[in-house]
């Protein structure tokens, strides 16, 4: 099957192609990178030839040869056989033992170069030394909800149109791509994740940093997805652990934690106090790369619906292209306060339902008191309720995510 066509990150990398800088795409496993880099090289193929395009996917067994540096040294050698240029792709380029040498050597020579990696930490280090100011990062997210529809659509799975069994599915299937171009049942669709979950934890957290500790590991993942949405601190994380079957201690757990992070299965949102315009060091939040993966440890359970929403649309403002940060605001927090470069921002409260005035007053003050003249919603799941409070708007999970524009 072709690859779908993800407009969001495509319209953004094609305007770096023949340019100097190494484009580096970085993203939990399976949020579609590999099929990203087709996309790409689809479109170089419009004006070379296949001879001048080098394509290694190291996750496939016909590359298993090339471990180090030197070796794709000499697998990319083999086949530049002229001046022209050569257009590179590395995909999971972290399977290769230094291969950062590799790379800055062949940026060196006539070529446009591409690679992927499910780790967050690609570009630090020796890279980031040898190639400053020569590359341009992208993230890639799993499907937002306007994708979701689309891929399943394009897909011929579902006709054509957002209804809300729609937005019901991705709530309970996520938005890997996988699942956006087959038809699985929930319980199918869960153990993909699971899966997809298990490679990541074990190729990119355990066996890259060599941990010992697999147990703890395992409890501190239970914990961050079981408390999506909710302030924690490595300390109390901590704490917990000790409580709860010993084995832990501030260092290790906050590795730990430090290790998802770079595998890009976890996100850490910090605190921002609107009024100081500071940001704050204690407490902070973890959302997930995609919010189905709190499934693998627990299973749906309309206790955690909160956390799921705000999961969806941190993800939803982060693939807009926002660094979202906790708002705090006098005694009172906001959910999420998204800024833009060039100071676009935009202010977002999530609730399931609007049902009293207490929830109203609850969901609503925080953000009235906010004195500028951006966007402030309160995203909900509630049909049945419409407000507008001092520039602040209601409006529904579905309608917020097919919104072009904030």
Known sequence: MEPIERRIYTEKIKGFLDIEQIKVLTGIRRSGKSELLKLVKKEISKVTDEEHIIFINFEDSDFDEITSYKELNKYVADRMKDQKRYYIFLDEVQAVEKWEKSVNSLRMKNTDIYITGSNSKLLSGELATLIAGRYVAFEICTLSFAEFIRFRNESGIVPTGPSAD??????????????????FTHDQARQIITDIHSSAVLKDVIKRNTVRNVPLLERIIAFIYDSVGSLVSIRKITNYMKSNGGGADFETVSSYIGYLEAACIIK??????IKSKKLLESNDKYYLADHSLQYVVRDFRRTNLPGILENIVYNDLIQRGYKVYIGKIGTKEIDFMAEKTGGEKVYVQVCTELGSEETLEREFSPLTQIKDNYPKYVVTLDRYWEENRDGVRSIHLREFLLKETL
């Open 166 to 183: 729609e937005l019901d599915e991705y709530i309970r299937i996520g938005g890997f791509p996988l699942l956006s171009i087959s038809s």
């Open 268 to 273: 850490k949102v910090s605190r921002y106090d």
